[in-house]
């Protein structure tokens, strides 16, 4: 059984990640974590063990993994790529040196390590086309940057202290509890609260430009399966490809006229963010985490735009 600290607790992840990870262990056995709180993550915040942690704060984050005897780190605190674009300095602060924090804390108590990698470790120069596991990664956001330096970090403190280190690659999240803190993909969730609410959606990523993108459910699986995998199998660890899905916000759009037959979409692209979205894959090929750890998504985009209206209706009303 699995004594977990979640750094990052309250965001898009972290607030589902945390309510998951406690059905699967047991409530006392997560310990959830942030650097802020606000009045709406009282419920989150009540519902079990929680820590006030900033990452850049190594001797914070050792108390807490003595205190609860923590042997598993998920690492959700980060900065996102449109953000990271206004603030590459906080970016680096967080991503980086919160993640260095993390892997040394792991390695002088003896934690194991998740840490997302996302699409955003590709750059313009990678095959965008079924991008394949192992290929030119040069990204140009300092989001992307960090990711590409996280990866290569995680494997370092394997390699050479072995502290056991999992991560995967993901793609633009959809979710309906909390809201995305400032990414490239968030088009995807803001357009479902605005076909309920307006029935239309101004789009800031332009028609045609296509990412890979996954339902929050599926996202939950994939870290918590990475996790109890048998390491003898994983030949990757820290950078998994995994898709769920692949479309543009046409495809989007149509697929929530199925249940909003009246939906408009319009267009007002925001050159940061399509220049950041042009930078990345189409579609990744995920093989390798499909055979190294039995990944395989639930959702395809209509099953989750009928999930995500259904239930976004109900936290809407
Ligand atoms: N969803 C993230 C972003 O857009 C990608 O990892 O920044």
Redesign the pocket.
């Given at each position: 059984m699995k004594k977990v600290l979640i750094t990052g607790a309250l965001g898009q992840i972290g607030s589902e990640l945390t309510v998951k990870m406690r059905e699967v262990y047991g409530t006392n056995n997560v310990v959830a974590s942030g650097r802020r709180i606000k009045e709406e993550h009282r419920q989150l915040i009540e519902s079990g063990p929680f820590e006030i942690i900033n990452i850049n704060d190594i001797n914070a984050l050792g108390e807490a993994v003595d205190k609860y005897k923590i042997d598993a780190i998920v690492n959700l605190a980060a900065i996102?790529?449109?953000v990271?674009e206004k603030h590459p300095d906080q970016c680096w602060q967080i991503n980086m040196n919160g993640l260095y924090n993390v892997l040394e804390v792991a390695k002088e108590k003896g934690c194991m390590v998740f840490t997302p990698s996302?699409?955003?470790a590709f750059g313009p120069s990678t095959p965008p086309d079924k991008t394949p596991q192992d290929t030119i990664q040069r990204p140009t956001s300092m989001?992307g940057v960090t990711?590409v330096a996280g990866e290569l970090l995680c494997d370092y403190y394997f390699k050479r202290f072995g502290v056991d280190t999992r991560g995967v690659r993901?793609?633009?999240?959809i979710s309906y509890e909390t809201l995305?803190g400032?990414?490239?993909?968030?088009y995807a969730v803001h357009i479902y609260y605005e076909a309920l609410k307006n029935k239309k959606y101004t789009s800031f990523i332009a028609k045609g430009t296509y990412m890979d993108m996954m339902y929050m459910p599926d996202a939950l699986d994939a870290i918590i399966n990475l996790m109890e995998a048998d390491p003898s199998k994983l030949i990757h660890r820290n950078a998994f490809n995994v898709s769920a899905m692949s479309f543009d916000p046409e495809m989007l759009a149509e697929s929530i006229r199925k249940f909003i037959p009246e939906f408009e979409l319009h267009y007002k692209v925001d050159p940061v963010r399509q220049g950041?979205a042009e930078s990345w894959p189409n579609s990744l090929d995920d093989t390798a985490a499909r055979e190294q750890w039995g990944w395989n998504p639930k959702y395809t985009l209509d099953a989750m735009t009928e999930d995500m209206l259904e239930k976004l209706k109900r936290k809407l009303s």
């Open positions: 996102l790529s449109a990271g996302s699409i955003a989001y990711k993901f793609p633009g999240l995305p400032g990414g490239t993909t968030d950041i």
